[in-house]
């Protein structure tokens, strides 16, 4: 699940969040993998739900919606957290991550501090992205968090990420078994999702992911994916 703050400090990154995530959640797509998008402010909204398929007329209406919805009110960065993780908990998935993009402090009625943990005791592994004048408030919030001083710095920022990630989980098993479905659930609120991979390595998935949102970033990396 990708969970973009929509509050008033956000509007001078209007134009350059919509192009990062338009185009994340494109490159998703085509890799077959769900998302769902969260906006949040005084309230959180669902731009476009798990299941939802990406055409055409879609990514227009997302990014009408996203143009109208960020630059106004405040940062209810906590019940957003709260319900996207209700929400991808009811998705049929081995792994569930949430990327939770902000620009500044959480002031919402709820606190982090009492939705993270359910988060983590859930098996959904929740990433804060502080963006600019956000990143001090992040870095002490989310106990895994990236910090970037301009949102198109952003792809690099979650390859950097993912991989510290991927390597934590290699130090378990390193393999999925041949055969078996691996299930994806990216939960910006990225998104949920999941994807038939025969006898791949999850690091090599992740990989295929993370390049992919570089290119959606303007930035390419290589890296070989080993067979």
């Known amino acids: 699940t990708l969970l973009l703050d929509e509050s008033g400090s ?10 990062s995530f338009v185009g994340l959640l494109d490159s998703l797509t085509r890799l077959q993998i769900d998302v769902e998008v969260i906006g949040f402010s005084d309230s959180a909204i669902i731009h476009k739900e798990f299941a939802a398929p990406l055409t055409a007329a ?9 143009q109208i919805a960020i630059g106004h009110g405040n940062t209810h960065d906590a019940n957003a957290v ?4 209700d929400r991808i908990l009811r998705e049929d998935a081995e792994k569930r991550f ?6 500044g402090q ?16 859930a098996g959904v592994y929740v990433m804060g992205v502080g963006i600019g004048a956000g990143m001090s408030y992040v870095k002490t919030a989310y106990r895994h968090h990236v910090l970037v001083d301009k949102i ?23 393999l999925i078994p041949r055969g078996k479905a691996f299930h994806f659930s990216l939960g910006a609120t990225l998104a949920a999702g999941r994807r038939q991979i025969s006898g791949w390595p999850k690091r090599h998935l992740l990989e295929l992911i993370v390049y992919h949102a570089a290119l959606a970033g303007g930035l ?3 890296w070989s994916l080993l067979s």
């Open 10 to 19: 956000m509007e001078e990154f209007r134009q350059q969040a919509i192009r």
């Open 58 to 66: 879609a990514k227009d209406k997302l990014i009408a919606a996203l």
């Open 82 to 85: 709260k319900r996207a993780l």
């Open 98 to 103: 949430m990327f939770v993009v902000t620009d």
């Open 106 to 121: 959480g002031n919402g009625p709820s606190k982090l501090a009492s939705v993270l943990p359910e988060a983590e005791k």
């Open 152 to 174: 198109e710095d952003l792809p690099l920022a979650l390859k950097t990420k993912l991989q510290e990630y991927i390597a934590e989980q290699e130090r378990g098993a390193s």
């Open 220 to 222: 390419i990396f290589y």
